[in-house]
């Protein structure tokens, strides 16, 4: 099966937090509640097990039509033919998971607080661009932080505003209407009780 059609990026970015034993059950709830696309970001190194889940996420993800975007590993992108990758700091070379993707890959890069790092990626063909932390995020409670103006900034990039850090259905308003097209949140929705409600409340926030 190919990945989803490339389409135009806008709306809830859910991000997991693994490991947890009931990681398909909540993905599948993120994207009952609206979710448009959805990260496996799991930092250990248990590489079967990734493996195992970030394939069975890739089934989900293709039965509801929403791109699978992988953190961090090109090669675990490749192997389980998700959407793209997305790439830190730290987390390998741009050209090079160009190259082991395609061109039809997204490849999302994370560029903190800096408007030239957004503009070196978005002349090297990124696909989105990744800004923040807006607010205190308790998935990483020592980010270096951004003002919502970077946002409306990177408007002349003409690529998709990833917003990041610390996002909740109270606060993303602002983010948006700064120019954010995605925000993308961990915490607020995989943290939550309800989190098919909770990815709702996000989701419903994009016209």
Excluded: W
Excluded at 60 to 80: S, W
Excluded at 118 to 130: E, I, P, S, T
Aim: charged letters at 25%; aromatic letters at 6%.
């Amino acid at each position: 099966m190919k990945p989803p059609a490339r389409r135009s990026l806008r709306g809830l970015y859910a991000i997991t937090d693994g490991p947890r034993p009931d990681l398909l059950g909540v993905c599948e709830a993120a994207l009952e509640g609206g979710a448009a696309m959805l990260q496996y970001r799991d930092k250990s190194t248990d590489r079967a097990r990734r493996l195992r889940e970030a394939q069975a996420l890739q089934a989900l993800c293709m039965r509801c039509d929403v791109p699978l975007i992988v953190n961090d590993d090109v090669e675990l992108a490749h192997a389980i033919g998700a959407a793209g990758v997305h790439l830190g700091e730290h987390d390998g070379d741009f050209a090079a998971a160009r190259a082991r993707l395609g061109t039809g890959a997204i490849i999302g890069v994370s560029c903190y607080d800096s408007l030239a790092r957004a503009r070196q990626f978005a002349a090297a063909g990124a696909d989105y661009l990744a800004f923040g932390a807006f607010f205190p995020s308790p998935t990483k409670p020592a980010a270096r932080r951004a003002g919502a103006s970077l946002l409306t900034d990177a408007a002349t990039f003409r690529i998709p505003r990833v917003a990041i850090g610390g996002i909740t259905s109270d606060n993303a308003r602002t983010l948006i209407d700064a120019g954010a097209d995605v925000v993308a949140v961990i915490t607020a929705v995989f943290g939550a009780r309800d989190v098919r409600a909770a990815a709702r409340r996000l989701s419903d926030l994009f016209p």
